[in-house]
């Protein structure tokens, strides 16, 4: 197993975080953890989406400005979720997301 891509990110409150590029299977499970239900016609609602935001940060957080969390390689535990707000919550999962889609390439050799 390869050096795993890892990305040191701002979020709007200054809070530093540490992001980890998750294999692709992994990926694929937390993309598919939502669930839409459609009820009576044009109503709908969407099941599980804090249970994925969650599991989004749990699987690519491996460190930040948390107080008392030293990373040792295991998923962030909830002292370190507990410290997030609700809007850090949200911008976390969305850079985590983003992240996934930005690794590094390697320069073509064929012109």
Not at 16 to 44: A, N, Q, R, S, W
Not at 50 to 78: E, H, S, Y
């Amino acid at each position: 197993m390869g050096k795993v891509n890892t990305f040191d990110k701002k979020l709007k409150s200054g809070r530093k975080v540490k992001i980890k590029e998750l294999p692709i299977d992994t990926i694929d499970d937390l993309k598919d953890m939502p669930e839409i239900y459609f009820l009576k016609g044009e109503e709908k609602t969407i099941k599980n989406i804090n249970k994925a935001q969650t599991a989004w940060i749990r699987n690519a957080l491996v460190g930040g400005d948390f107080g008392d969390w030293v990373p040792n390689g295991k998923q962030a535990p909830d002292s370190v979720l507990r410290q997030l707000t609700q809007p850090e919550r949200t911008e976390l999962v969305a850079l985590i997301q983003t992240c996934q889609s930005m690794s590094p390439r390697t320069p073509s050799s064929s012109d």
